[in-house]
T-cell receptor
Framework: DAMVIQNPRYQVTQFGKPVTLSCSQT?????MYWYQQKSSQAPKLLFH???????NEADTPDNFQSRRPNTSFCFLDIRSPGLGDAAMYLC???????????????FGPGTRLTVL | DAKTTQPPSMDCAEGRAANLPCNHS???????VYWYRQIHSQGPQYIIH???NNETNEMASLIITEDRKSSTLILPHATLRDTAVYYC????????????FGTGTQLKVEL
């Protein structure tokens, strides 16, 4: 089945130690997104890639970076994780951007990050 | 972005219809209404979306009022596995990429 895959499902890192989360998709979608969801809060968009074009949300901290080496894979890099970065990180994909049937976002299961 | 208002929680008996309301009184003419749900510790799951007309798929029905200021998501025969947070989201004018999640409705389906 076509899907969005996130590995690992659970990640533990130390305060200040760089960490990378990965996402892959078999949907061949053009757009890949990263959302952050803190405990008891709604998901919040960090940034997205439309093909190779990177689009950062205005309030996303510089500590968060992303790479998309090819259509299938996208990585979230946290350069110096703080305690406040502990959250569920959700990857999503869509065929394109904008409202409409082709722009539905499909989410992966998420990676829960713990910062010690 | 149009703001949405949903009740924080609802209960439903298993096998009965679950009707989840959403108010979006400031919605613009070209903005779609999307519904997602999130089961505990999982990623959000797309349910359905619509613009003006009522929509139905294998998961649910979406009823949008004629003035488009509110909508109702209907799960016709709720099961325990439908227990989740349900988010009503209005997509930004002119397209755009962001899904702006509100606080959603925690639906609890009970025996």
């Amino acid at each position: 089945d076509a899907m969005v895959i996130q590995n690992p499902r659970y990640q533990v890192t130390q305060f200040g130690k760089p960490v990378t989360l990965s996402c892959s998709q078999t949907l061949n979608h053009n757009v890949m997104y990263w959302y952050q969801q803190k405990s008891s809060q709604a998901p919040k968009l960090l940034f997205h890639y439309y093909d190779k074009d990177f689009n950062n949300e205005a309030d996303t901290p510089d500590n968060f970076q992303s790479r998309r080496p090819n259509t299938s894979f996208c990585f979230l890099d946290i350069r110096s994780p703080g305690l406040g970065d502990a959250a569920m990180y959700l990857c999503a994909t869509s065929r394109a951007v904008g409202s409409g049937a082709d722009n539905t976002q499909y989410f992966g299961p998420g990676t829960r990050l713990t910062v010690l | 972005d149009a703001k949405t208002t949903q009740p924080p929680s609802m209960d439903c008996a298993e096998g009965r219809a679950a009707n989840l309301p959403c108010n979006h009184s400031t919605i613009s003419g070209n903005e779609y209404v999307y519904w997602y749900r999130q089961i505990h510790s999982q990623g959000p799951q797309y349910i359905i979306h619509g613009l003006k007309n009522n929509e139905t798929n294998e998961m649910a029905s979406l009823i949008i009022t004629e003035d488009r200021k509110s909508s109702t998501l209907i799960l016709p025969h709720a099961t325990l596995r439908d227990t989740a947070v349900y988010y009503c989201i209005v997509r930004p004018r002119g397209g755009g990429n962001k899904l702006t999640f509100g606080t959603g409705t925690q639906l609890k389906v009970e025996l």
